[in-house]
């Protein structure tokens, strides 16, 4: 059964604590994402890898890290230099197709709050 | 910088209505355009893809059109259910991994 999967569905962050939010692949897809979402805004990318070792900033990338040592995994830590970490984090999966990316298949989300 | 824009923020229809969800665009050199759907606290569901090079999409009950050159896309549902309230989104690529650009969604009830 094919799919993205995320863990934890809810994380709790205490100020000035690292956490790291997990996301695995089966889907054999190249392209890996992370992006923030928040109430009333459109998501927003935070992270994109297009091969395993390899990863690129979004638009809103200070704040948090990630690596892509294996093609099925694409972990994203939140530090805590992130001023407001609290959102509904979001990982995503595509093929390499036309213009970069084809469709683009989503996990059910992490939410971390901040306590 | 392409902007998406998706009005009205919330929809409210009777329960086998047809009914249409706008999305629109500023940049029309696009290479694609993706419908989702998302419950409340849970992921996007891909609902249609459209090519720049294809006009619509069907798929059920579902059918989505692109419109480059005005910079729209519509997704229409028909004999909407109660099962169909849930937020939508569009999202347009514009070229490359980092160039997907979502709108803010819009979310429907559906009244039984």
């Known amino acids: 059964d094919g799919g993205i999967t995320q863990s934890p569905k809810y994380l709790f962050r205490k100020e000035g604590q690292n956490v790291t939010l997990s996301c695995e692949q089966n889907?054999?897809?190249?392209?890996m994402y992370w992006y923030r979402q928040d109430p009333g805004q459109g998501l927003r990318l935070i992270y994109y890898?297009?091969?395993?070792?390899?990863?690129q900033k979004g638009d809103i990338a200070e704040g948090y890290s990630v690596s892509r040592e294996k093609k099925e995994s694409f972990p994203l830590t939140v530090t805590s230099a992130q001023k407001n970490p609290t959102a509904f984090y979001l990982c995503?999966?595509?093929?390499?197709?036309?213009?970069?990316?084809?469709?683009?298949?989503f996990g059910p989300g992490t939410r971390l709050t901040v306590l | 910088k392409q902007e998406v824009t998706q009005i009205p923020a919330a929809l409210s229809v009777p329960e086998g209505e047809n009914l249409v969800l706008n999305c629109s665009f500023t940049d029309s050199a696009i290479y694609n355009l993706q419908w989702f759907r998302q419950d409340p606290g849970k992921g996007l569901t891909s609902l249609l893809l459209i090519q720049s090079s294809q006009r619509e999409q069907t798929s059920g009950r579902l059918n989505a059109s692109l419109d480059k050159s005005s910079g729209r896309s519509t997704l229409y549902i028909a004999a909407s259910q109660p099962g169909d309230s849930a937020t939508y989104l569009c999202?347009?690529?514009?070229?490359?991994?980092?160039?997907?650009?979502f709108g803010t969604g819009t979310k429907l009830q559906v009244i039984p």
């Open positions: 889907l054999n897809h190249d392209a």
């Open positions: 890898s297009q091969i395993v070792n390899d990863f």
């Open positions: 995503a999966s595509s093929d390499r197709g036309r213009g970069g990316t084809d469709t683009q298949y």
């Open positions: 999202a347009v690529n514009s070229g490359g991994y980092q160039k997907v650009t």
